[in-house]
């Protein structure tokens, strides 16, 4: 009821303003209600190994006409109209369900990594959570939250209430995009965190530039030093590897290794090492 609320109140608004934004809020709407929705899922690296052992649930939405709009174009939209929470438990229940369909014949089931906006953690969010590991049957220490948007965090003080409910169920806690802003920084301080992911932007420019390479090393110096796993986005030559494995870069995604994929060729995937390189790199794919 709630949802199709919600759908109802996006048309209207639609229809008093004649905009691209409102007319893709509207569609998202109705994308939300139909369950269309769809996720897939990029694999995550042991770098000193090439082992796979984690994916990242992504959001995609395919259009009825084969169309595919991009997360940076709907997602955004999702949180101006309030639709952020929607997409994100639906999200959270499909990559559960899926990965608990993985683990019988896997003899080392991933870490399942999921985003969840600022604008989510509210304080209904850990029930939904603990509903949501209960249906499913997904074991709360192979699940770990992405926070996004830690800029909008509002109260800090709540928040750390919050994710520390959900650690109460073996849940892991991230800050993604770490590195982009200030707040990252001091919010480290004041949430409960058991990972850095860095952000990709300083990953693909440390190649040609060397402020970003320092940040890169400070970042996983900093992980190092205060017990924190670090995981570098957004891997894209052999060359960004390389350096990220000489730094000591724990963990690593991108698509030198593998793009996101369906659900049935991530899991393939999970079983090669190094992903896309172990098959002769990207022009392989």
Sequence with gaps: ??????VLSVKRFASRHNRPQAKLASDLGEAISQEDIAVHFQPQYELCSGRAVGVEALARWVRLDGRITPPSSFIPVAERFGMIGAIGVSVLYQACSTLCEWTPVERNAPLLCVNVSALQLTVEFAA?????????EFPGNRLELEVTETSRISNVSRTALILAQCRRHGVRIALDDFGTAYSGFAYLAQLPVD?????????QAMENNRKAAAIVRSVIALG????????AEGI??????????????????????SRPLPADAARDFMNRP?????AGGLHAA
């Design 1 to 6: 009821m709630e949802s199709g609320l919600k």
């Design 128 to 136: 939904v959570l603990a509903g949501i590991l209960e249906l499913t």
């Design 195 to 203: 990972r850095l992911k860095l952000d990709q932007s300083f990953v």
């Design 224 to 231: 190092s030093d205060m017990g924190i796993d670090v995981l």
């Design 236 to 257: 894209e030559t052999e060359r960004q590897l390389e350096m990220l494995t000489v730094m000591g870069c724990p963990h690593g995604q991108g698509n030198l290794l």
């Design 274 to 278: 190094w992903g896309l390189r172990h």
